[in-house]
């Protein structure tokens, strides 16, 4: 079974800083990870996807993904007050349950003027 | 993204009492469909899978008597929770998968509260 593992946190950065928000999984074998953002009472909305060892860059998001260690991160660039929201780490099902998702449990990021 | 709509996003319903919740896909046929529940202060948890004109599967814990769910077509999906309990009450996502199956869709959520 995938399990997912995330520091709940909270975790706190002045406003302009950079948020670092890790992941970690049991499956070796998972290809591709997902990062949402929610905000409280919506439904997740994804900012990135990665599945390459490396780095993957979105505007002033940074996602970096090393299978080896079975690490994947999310690094929040020039931090704002709307980027205040809890962080979820999901990997995807194998075949054709792609859409199936094991969710990390969340990092709760509070960024403030 | 794909367009999905989900209502109602909040319900108040008395214990004992029905609730459904719609979920449809409204640009892409959804083959299968994930439902999931959110307890307060917890991530998502996956309650069960459909895939259109088949009987649901569900994850392990989950009611399948309690959490009726129907996808009789490839453009909508019910959740009915039966007998609601306040134990019930959570933050319920649907997310259709269409026949690519290439990224997650989640509808807007249904707050139910039951009291």
């Known amino acids: 079974q995938k399990e997912v593992e995330q520091n709940s946190g909270p975790l706190s950065v002045p406003e302009g800083a950079i948020a670092s928000l890790n992941c970690t999984y049991s499956d070796r074998g998972s290809q591709s990870f997902f990062w949402y953002r929610q905000y409280s009472g919506k439904s997740p909305e994804l900012i990135m996807f990665?599945?390459?060892?490396g780095d993957k860059e979105d505007g002033r998001f940074t996602a970096q993904l090393n299978k080896a260690s079975q690490y994947v991160s999310l690094l929040i660039r020039d931090s704002q007050p709307s980027d205040s929201a809890t962080y979820l780490c999901?990997?995807?099902?194998?075949?054709?349950?792609?859409?199936?998702?094991?969710f990390g449990q969340g990092t709760i990021l509070t960024v403030h003027p | 993204g794909a367009v999905v709509s989900q209502h109602p996003s909040w319900v108040i319903c008395k214990s004992g009492t029905s609730v459904k919740i719609e979920c449809r896909s409204l640009?892409?046929?959804?083959?299968?469909m994930f439902w999931y529940r959110q307890f307060p202060k917890q991530s998502l948890m996956l309650m069960a899978t459909?895939?259109?004109?088949?009987?649901?599967?569900?994850e392990q814990g989950v009611e399948k008597d309690k959490f009726l769910i129907n996808h009789a077509s490839l453009t909508l999906s019910t959740l009915t929770v039966t007998s609601a309990h306040p134990e019930d009450s959570s933050f319920y996502i649907c997310?259709?998968?269409?026949?690519?199956?290439?990224?997650?869709?989640f509808g807007q959520g249904t707050r139910l509260t039951v009291v």
């Open positions: 990665i599945y390459s060892n």
């Open positions: 459909s895939n259109e004109g088949s009987k649901a599967t569900y």
């Open positions: 997310s259709p998968q269409g026949y690519l199956g290439t990224e997650a869709f």
């Open positions: 640009d892409f046929q959804a083959t299968t």
């Open positions: 999901a990997v995807p099902g194998g075949g054709t349950s792609y859409g199936k998702l094991t």
